[in-house]
């Protein structure tokens, strides 16, 4: 199997690459159960970053991203799910397609978290940021919730979004196109 070797906050791994179609892969960064990177790539992205206060992220992959920063700011972070949970009040909701998700995803934030970001600096965080569809519907959530975006942050912006200069990132991501 073909590999990246990516340095990123003072830790080196190297990255398996997956088929997305028959003309591209990408490098699979994947943080689960990673705590040395998670928490090496908190810590930088936290002294990048302005002021703010709270984080959000999309369920799943920036999960850990997301509490190692809250833990490491001392600030709360919310979970944008993926399916209305039976705890979740009157969620609202907005739609998202990601590169690496086959077909439309429906993103929720609970009334009582939109009540706790509502005039809120907050920060949007994820893993990485390829075609940006992602962070789209997270800023349109928070839009929906009365937030603030303070900056949106990601450990890799991949392929063009590294041109990008709305976002704050550790590294880029480079993506293998192949006949």
């Known amino acids: 199997m073909s590999t990246y070797t990516l340095n990123v906050a003072g830790v080196t791994r190297e990255l398996p690459l997956c088929p997305v179609n028959d003309k591209l892969d990408i490098a699979a960064f994947v943080m689960f159960s990673d705590v040395e990177l998670t928490e090496a790539c908190a810590a ?11 984080l959000i992220t999309a369920e799943t992959k920036g999960i850990p991203l997301a509490y190692a920063m809250a833990r490491q700011s001392g600030k709360n972070y919310f979970v944008a799910r993926k399916s209305v949970k039976v705890y979740m009040t009157d969620p609202i909701s907005v739609n998202v397609q990601s590169i690496t998700t ?31 569809e992602s962070l789209l519907a997270l800023e349109k959530l928070v839009g929906e919730a009365g937030g603030i975006i303070a900056a949106k942050a990601a450990v890799l912006a991949e392929g063009e979004a590294a041109e990008r200069t709305d976002i704050v990132f550790l590294e880029k991501l480079p993506v293998f196109p192949h006949d």
Do not use: N, W
């Open 102 to 132: 086959h077909g439309m995803q429906t993103l929720y934030l609970a009334q009582e978290d939109v009540c706790r970001i509502k005039g809120r600096k907050v920060m949007i965080i994820d893993d990485v940021i390829s075609t940006g």
């Open 44 to 54: 930088e992205l936290l002294e990048k970053l302005p002021e703010f206060d709270v």
